[in-house]
């Protein structure tokens, strides 16, 4: 069954516009980090396809990994606060440094997590590049280093981002209709 017509009122970024965002972030990763050998961490399942986009225009000798953060207790290995961190395969972390790619930072409280996740098994350095950035629900300090956009205070779907884990595969992002919530 295909998702309602009108599941989405507003378009905010065209799937061409996010494409330009990851490339101008994959450039700017690339610039910072060459001859560091990062590591990019991809978390699931929200940030997959900006971060296959990233990775497309990160040019310089990386690792790329997986990891699982949810605000829910879930069948996972390690927890902190209110975030659950499930790595999918363990990876080497110590002195490495970290991008954490994320589709959105929201409150921030998923990026605090993982940051303090890594840093406390002796990563070197930690940056998030997050495709969009929503400051004004930030409830703590952290604040990405890399942002694709800076959206509005409104709940959207699509690129990866779902509501009750559909519509992920919406190829552009917009607001939900209120009337499917
Ligand atoms: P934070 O910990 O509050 O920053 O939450 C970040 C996570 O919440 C993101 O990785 C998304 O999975 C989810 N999220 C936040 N805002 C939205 C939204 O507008 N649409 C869909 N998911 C969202
Ligand atoms: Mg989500």
Do not use: W
Not at 9 to 28: N, R, S, W
Not at 68 to 90: C, D, E, P, Q, W
Not at 125 to 147: G, H, M, N, Q, W
Request: proline share 4%.
């Amino acid at each position: 069954m295909a998702y309602p017509k009108d599941i989405i009122v507003e378009v905010i970024y065209t799937e061409e516009e996010l494409k330009t965002f990851a490339k101008q972030l994959g450039e700017q990763n690339t610039k910072d980090y060459e001859g560091k050998y990062p590591t990019l961490v991809c978390t699931l399942k929200g940030a997959v396809p900006f971060f296959s986009e990233l990775i497309k225009h990160v040019t310089c000798e990386c690792e790329m990994e997986f990891i699982k953060a949810s605000s829910y207790i879930g069948n996972t290995t390690t927890t902190i606060g209110n975030v659950t961190i499930s790595a999918v395969l363990g990876f080497p972390i110590k002195d490495r440094d970290i991008i954490i790619v994320e589709d959105i930072v929201d409150t921030g409280l998923t990026c605090k997590e993982l940051t303090k996740y890594f840093l406390n098994l002796g990563a070197r350095s930690v940056e998030i590049c997050t495709l969009l950035d929503k400051p004004a629900r930030r409830t703590c300090s952290t604040f990405p280093k890399y942002i694709g956009a800076e959206i509005e205070d409104k709940f959207i779907i699509g690129f990866g981002l779902d509501y009750n884990e559909k519509y992920r595969n919406i190829p552009y992002v917009g607001v939900i209709n209120p009337k499917y919530i």
